[in-house]
């Protein structure tokens, strides 16, 4: 079995909705996120806390990770949200840390974790001015890290350009290279748009040509779109096994393939394909 980790969904659900937890899991989705920040209003942050402390506390193994966005550890009820979820004793997948503006506030949180928070793998969001211009030093802020994430809403009213695909697209490709840098994966903003399936489907796919590696959705009816969207097609799989096969074949060295030059940069994307197709196979009924 492949040893590839498929990331290429996470399904937020508001802390103060967990009823909807089974609907989540049933989505299918990689990664269910916990959340406390956005998708909570301020009256209900309390609650939503409380009741996402008690899921984690209860719940079932599952296939899917189960993460854990607090509010800005920045702020006073970040710090709160920090400090519950450390005197709870309960252990996320990962911790989603959003507006991180640079790696010193990331050591201070990981300072912060008691002992069963210990090495919890992090997802750290990359939304504003600040954090895109520190997109590398961020990416390099933790060995825990699991996997950057790209902000657009928030990062687009902090700069104050349009939330478009064109406005958007330096601070996208900046976070792109600062994982590849860091070796870790990506995963992009969510597609507000819950209605419009095509455009949700053209942007997964874009931003997965741009390198992103994953997804982010606000809804289920959302999730089996990008995961086919960033999952491996018939197509792309049997270029793949072509060309490891060939280079195989020849014991490595440079070849030509369909009239087209392969060296090792490609074989090593076209393995990574193959591992997976083999991971999403062994998890998810898409594509």
């Not at 989705?29 to 959340?35: E, G, I, N, P, T």
Request: proline share 6%; charged share 25%.
């Amino acid at each position: 079995m492949s040893s590839v980790r498929v990331r290429r969904s996470m399904l937020f659900l508001p802390g103060d909705r967990v009823e909807r937890y089974p609907k989540s899991l049933a989505s299918g989705a990689d990664a269910v996120c916990l959340d406390l920040e956005d998708g909570v209003s301020f009256g209900a942050k309390e609650t939503a806390r409380g009741r996402a402390l008690e899921l984690l506390a209860v719940r079932e193994p599952t296939r899917a990770e189960i993460v854990f966005r607090i509010n800005d550890p920045k702020t006073d009820l970040g710090g709160r949200d920090l400090e519950a979820l450390v005197e709870s004793g309960v252990r996320p997948d990962a911790l989603v840390l959003p507006k991180t503006a640079g790696a010193e506030e990331v050591r201070r949180v990981e300072a912060s974790l008691g002992p069963k928070l210990s090495g919890v793998p992090l997802v750290l969001m990359i939304e504003t001015a600040r954090g895109v211009a520190a997109a590398e030093e961020i990416a390099r802020a933790s060995p825990n890290l699991a996997f950057l994430f790209f902000g657009a809403v928030d990062l687009a009213a902090d700069v104050g350009c349009a939330l478009d695909w064109d406005a958007l697209l330096y601070a996208r490709s900046r976070v792109i290279v600062a994982a590849a840098m860091a070796g870790v994966e990506t995963m992009d903003a969510p597609f507000l748009d819950v209605s419009n399936v095509n455009g949700l489907a053209e942007e997964s796919r874009a931003v997965r040509r741009l390198g992103f590696t994953g997804k982010a959705a606000i809804h289920p009816r959302q999730v089996p779109i990008i995961q086919q969207a960033f999952s491996p097609d018939d197509a792309e799989i049997a270029w793949a096994r072509r060309i490891v096969r060939a280079y195989e074949d020849q014991q490595g060295g440079v070849l030509l393939v369909d009239g087209k030059l392969v060296e090792r940069p490609v074989i090593a994307a076209a393995r990574r394909t193959l591992a997976i197709a083999e991971a999403v196979a062994a998890v998810s009924p898409w594509p």
